[in-house]
């Protein structure tokens, strides 16, 4: 209310002030005698009427807090060495096991062995200047915001390259790819099968087939599936009605999470390439995986910064980041996507 009192008052020293002082005097003495009471010192800077600050940014949605299938899995920040860089066993094989054995002496078997080498992601955001004209006028914890936007950005792509990886490229006997059998999306082109219950249970039974344990299996629904399932399947929605965390519930010894950026897959069951724009026929994929086969690490991460002070043509600050990130299978087992399946109308 006193920011309005003091334009009203403006109006009219103003218009007063056209006839007694003249309308510089007018405006003077209004901006002299009549400021009310607790305009922020300093507010009225250059121009008559201040503009005021809020402080507050305005900062764009962000899916980072939706990672948390992510928690849990094997963290080899620890052994990351120079280059970034991870060395990985691979057991080619597991032993073979004699029942009532009377042979002897018992037979040898080779373990093959090998150096499996993961390379870390190098991300790197692009620079931000801020001036200081922007920080001077602003007056409010400018910097902190745009490094936090860095930060979250950097989350991002990290839980989206986590979750592409994860996913099979296409169809094999230890990483299956198949497509949802549920009812007709009518609300699309009626052409759409629906994700349904019945899916899990077949997700289930090739992961039993594949002797996957039970404990440790997980499964990522992308957005479209999470509806299908709400639509259909009342349990599960009381389920997700009621879920405080990144987990929604267990659904057939499955730890059930959602995610927004899932992999796109073609109508052949091919998973398309990172970041490619969805053609006609391409659908978004749920992703299941054993937390055993899958791991991440963090690397070297570094925050670049350059002071107003040391820009004298320009007079600004510039920030970002690099960091080296990974997550990735450590085998290609125990793996599975489940995209929507059509069907002629």
């Known amino acids: 209310m006193k920011i309005f009192r003091f334009i009203a008052c403006l109006l009219v020293a103003a218009m007063l002030g ?13 901006a002299v005698s009549l400021i009310p009471k607790g305009i922020p010192s300093g507010a009225l800077h250059a121009e008559l009427i201040p503009e005021v600050w809020t402080k507050e940014f305005i900062k764009r949605f962000n899916h980072a807090d939706q990672g948390t299938f992510l928690e849990g899995i094997s963290d080899y920040s620890a052994r990351v060495r120079e280059g970034n860089i991870i060395h990985l066993i691979d057991f080619g094989c597991d032993p073979d096991v004699l029942v009532n054995n009377k042979s002897y002496p018992i037979a040898t078997q080779d373990m093959d062995n090998a150096d499996k080498t993961l390379t870390l992601d190098k991300f790197q955001t692009k620079a931000t200047p801020v001036s200081d004209d922007v920080v001077n006028d602003v007056k409010a914890e400018f910097m ?23 996913a099979p490229s296409k169809h094999a006997d230890k ?19 629906r994700f349904s219950r019945e899916d899990v249970v077949s997700l289930k039974l090739k992961f039993d087939h594949m002797q996957v344990p039970a404990a440790g299996r997980r499964l990522v629904l992308c957005p479209q599936h999470v509806a299908d399932l709400l639509m259909e399947d009342q349990v599960f929605a009381q389920q997700y009605y009621n879920y405080s965390t990144g987990a929604i519930a267990k659904m057939y010894g499955f730890e059930i999470y959602e995610f927004v ?7 052949a069951g091919n998973k398309k390439t990172y970041g490619a724009a969805a053609a006609s026929g391409d659908q978004d994929a749920s992703v299941a995986f054993h937390v055993s086969r899958v791991s991440k690490a963090t690397g070297e991460r570094k925050q670049y910064l350059s002071r107003a002070e040391t820009d004298p043509l320009y007079q600004r600050n510039l920030y970002n980041v690099r960091e080296y990130f990974l997550a ?3 085998k290609d087992e125990a793996l599975a996507a489940i995209y929507s399946g059509v069907k002629s109308a």
């Open 18 to 30: 056209t006839t007694v002082f003249g309308i510089g005097g007018g405006v003077a003495f209004a």
């Open 261 to 267: 950026n899932m992999p796109k897959y073609t109508s």
């Open 175 to 193: 990483t299956p790819v198949f497509t949802t059998t549920g009812g007709k999306d009518a609300k699309t082109d009626g052409t759409r099968l």
């Open 328 to 330: 990735l299978p450590k």
């Open 144 to 166: 902190p915001a745009v490094i936090d936007a860095h930060r979250i950005q950097l989350e991002e792509y990290r839980l989206d390259k986590a979750i592409y990886n994860f």
